[in-house]
């Protein structure tokens, strides 16, 4: 018995060879949704960062938020960005009211840049999460495809104790399906391992992402309120 991988992958059955290229099938496409969803976090953050860093002299400073309109376009990869850009758009529409209208007021001005970023804010959380639920789904059923295989392998062994053709009762007869269906075990274990990693790992990033916008929309919100629409 060769118990190297090649020797164990001839000695598999059908079930037991089809459930490992099920399970290498669904790592390959775990890690392409982990290395994408790594590029734009990654991008995200950094953006988000120097986005945040231009924004705030505007907003500190009385009667500058005008300025910031816009600002969004040079950090195109942010989230925060996106999301702050919508308000002040949304602001700048209250500011440029036709002439003889009804002036709102800080806290009218206010509610409709907050309803626009509260969209704006979906929309972003919505394309972050783009892949994950396909993680969680490899996570959560990667070791029961594993075990599938390892119950073709253990009747795989049983037919061969029980085949006198084969030299029925001896350990060695069996230890072909006995490695097999440890095998697809391990391996299902292995892939859903990663998954986990990696789900959790974006999961944590998109708190911090989610925790930036809206500490950003909350300071740009008091800004109009304490009386940015004049």
Known sequence: MDFTLVGLWNEMGFTARAVVVVLIVMSLYALAIAGDRLLTFRKGRKQSRRYVEALAPLVEAAGRLRDAVGLEK?????????????????????????????????????????????????????????????????????????????????????QKLSDPTKGGGGIGTVSAGIAEALITTAVGLGVAIIAVWFYNYFTARLDDLTIDIDETASELVDTILRGGVV
């Not at 919508?86 to 009211?97: F, I, K, P, S, T």
């Not at 800080?106 to 409709?112: G, K």
């Open 74 to 158: 040079r950090f195109v990869g942010s989230p925060v960005a996106k999301v702050i850009g919508a308000g002040l758009h949304e602001y700048a529409r209250g500011l440029d009211r036709p002439a003889g209208s009804v002036t709102p007021s800080s806290f009218d001005v206010a509610e409709i840049v907050n309803r626009a970023m509260e969209r704006s804010k979906e929309r972003e959380l919505a394309n972050l999460r783009r892949g994950m639920p396909v993680l969680a789904t490899v996570a959560s059923s990667a070791p029961f495809v594993g075990l599938f295989g390892t119950v073709g392998g253990i009747i795989t062994a049983f």
